[in-house]
């Protein structure tokens, strides 16, 4: 879709510089990560970020650990657990991808619920994936979990039958549109395995609040996602969340410019893309003049963070271009399999290709397989410590939570 901005008699031109601190300056990567590490550290810092996005691969360690751990030296896993299952200040539910996300956002989650549910019955996969029986398999998931308490897919007979989907049975399939649909939740996981159980069980007080309207909901998709960012285009708001489009972003927009809440301007990129017209909060300015300084530190990003997570807006703002290999046939990478980029300060100056090994006592050493440094950025002694503390570090947090979670 268009992108341009209304017509206006002068449209401010943002720096990349200026945008870039920024979005890291929202994104909690110009506080303090010395700061102290504990249960409300780590939720006031989710609610900061919005959610961070749950990820499988563990080559390293999980994508969740490893984005809060870059922003919080003292970080531990058991934190993250407890959160998501003893305090229940967190849910897991999808925004782009599977995600731990701030409980007093699930009301907003209704509206995907009913739109993924309505969506999935007139899929001609959603039969092939739960046989010829869907709605039967169905209701015989949700008795049982009705009758007998949290089950995970291991405890559901297998019927000869497979799904196509990643190979899975189709109990397993049904459980997974059971919880996209909203009628169950995550209760807890259990070496990373899903357990399952009715949502008003999980949930019962948010589950019980009434659905926003409309209006409301796309308010609060394109607020809290600003607030996130700071300068976006609708395009970018709409994505953040995934939960509107990119014209209902559009127009949110527009009467946030009317009203005085944003201010066009123009992001001058980096990279040889043009200046992209785009929106900001009305009091940008302020926000950078409040941003603390970046710290001279490295850190090592996970692959999904939400610094990295959007290529076109890496390459503009960093002039970085990465793209994440670990899907690439192991002859075409150029990089490697789980490539990190490295933030030095509010700069990537390289990324490495790290593997954790793990030595099945609870702890392990992490190997850098390959580091590339970009072009211009020179190898001091001072910034050859700096990238061996940031490893040191990194190590730490792993093999602390190999201790506290296993593999």
């Known amino acids: 879709m268009c992108e341009a901005m209304p017509r206006t008699a002068s449209v401010e031109r943002v720096p990349a510089a200026a945008a870039r601190t920024l979005l890291l300056d929202a994104q909690g990567l110009l506080d303090n990560p010395r700061r102290k590490a504990d249960e409300a550290a780590l939720n006031a810092l989710i609610a900061q970020l919005g959610f961070v996005q749950i990820d499988s691969i563990n080559v390293v360690q999980r994508a ?40 007093e956002y699930f009301p907003y989650w209704k509206q995907r619920f009913i739109r993924y549910a309505k969506r999935a019955v007139r899929s001609k996969w959603w039969k092939e ?20 308490g949290p089950l995970q897919s291991k405890d559901f007979e297998h019927d000869g039958r497979s799904g196509t989907w990643w190979g899975w049975k189709p109990q397993k399939i049904a459980l997974e549109h059971l919880w996209r649909s909203g009628e169950l939740a995550i209760a807890r996981r259990v070496n990373f395995q899903k357990v399952y159980d009715l949502a008003e069980r999980v949930l019962p007080e948010w589950h019980a609040r009434d659905e ?39 127009q949110w927009c527009v009467a946030a410019m009317k009203s005085g809440e944003l201010t066009p301007v123009q992001v001058e990129p980096l990279d040889a893309s043009k200046p ?20 001279r530190r490295v850190r090592l990003l996970c692959p999904f963070d939400p610094v990295v997570r959007d290529r076109k807006r890496l390459s503009r703002l960093f002039g970085f271009d990465y793209r994440f290999e ?3 046939p192991a002859a ?8 990190m980029p490295l933030l030095e300060g509010d700069r990537l100056i390289g990324r490495v290709d790290p593997k954790f090994h793990r030595d099945g006592n609870g702890g392990g050493r992490l190997v850098i397989r390959a580091m ?26 792993l093999v602390r939570g190999e201790a506290q979670c296993p593999a």
């Not at 969740?64 to 003893?86: A, N, W």
């Not at 992209?276 to 950078?288: G, K, M, N």
Request: with cysteine.
């Open 326 to 328: 670990a899907f690439v």
């Open 129 to 148: 994936r739960l046989g010829s029986m869907p709605r039967k398999t169905i209701q015989h998931v949700r008795q049982r979990i009705e009758r007998e």
């Open 64 to 103: 969740h650990h490893l984005t809060l751990g870059s922003r919080l030296d003292g970080y531990s896993p058991k934190l993250l657990t407890s959160l998501l299952e003893h305090q229940r200040t967190l849910f897991e539910h999808w925004t782009h991808d599977a995600s731990a996300i701030p409980v």
């Open 372 to 397: 590339h440094i970009e072009p211009g950025v020179n190898m001091t002694p001072n910034r050859r410590e700096r990238m061996n503390n940031a490893i040191a570090r990194l190590e730490r947090q």
């Open 212 to 250: 926003p309207h409309t209006a409301a909901h796309l308010d609060w998709a394109c607020r809290s996602a600003m607030q996130r960012l700071v300068i976006a285009t609708p395009t970018e708001i709409a994505a953040f969340w995934n939960a509107i489009s990119p014209s209902e972003a559009k």
């Open 332 to 339: 075409k990478r150029v990089y490697g399999y789980y490539v």
């Open 276 to 295: 992209l017209a785009s929106y900001a909060l009305a009091d940008w300015p302020e926000r950078l003049d409040r941003a603390s300084s970046p710290l």
